[in-house]
């Protein structure tokens, strides 16, 4: 990714997010870093399908000591995953809200804007999972 893509990329996860900490830092090709205050948090994947750009973040929550395996996430744990994710993304207004009749998954609003999913993943705890449109990006400079 060039520096131009890292930098849209990086204003548009500061605004949506209400972190100005936010950064994106190329990589590789088609990868780059996602950062907050400097520090690596996130991994971001670049893909373009038949001519449609995509971006994809997928952010690790490392699971509560003594949880099982493919625990659901629950009320508690979603306000557990809340707290971890608004501290980790500098994002206050960031809420993980509970999905009909899934207990594997939530959903991630930041205000009343769906950002993403938290799901379990058996080897990295729970994921908050970010797809970013192209269109998403316009304006962004």
């Known amino acids: 990714m060039n520096a131009a893509e890292c930098t849209r990329l990086g204003a548009y996860l500061s605004k949506l997010l209400g972190s100005p900490t936010v950064s ?3 990589k590789s090709g088609d990868e780059a870093n996602v950062l907050v205050d400097g520090k690596r948090i996130a991994a971001l ?3 373009e399908d038949e001519g449609e750009l995509s971006y994809s973040i997928s952010l690790a929550v490392p699971p509560a000591p003594g949880a099982k395996k493919n625990a ?3 009320g508690p744990e979603r306000g557990r995953l809340q707290a971890a994710l608004r501290a980790t993304l500098h994002a206050a207004d960031l809420d993980v809200r509970e999905r009909p009749r899934k207990t594997d998954s939530a959903e991630v ?9 938290i ?3 058996e080897d990295e705890g729970q994921v908050l999972t970010m797809s970013i449109l192209e269109m998403d990006l316009d304006g962004e400079e």
């Open 72 to 74: 659901p996430i629950d």
């Open 45 to 47: 994947l670049r893909d």
């Open 24 to 26: 994106v830092v190329s």
């Open 109 to 117: 609003y930041v205000h009343d804007e769906f950002v993403g999913t």
């Open 119 to 121: 799901s379990v993943d």
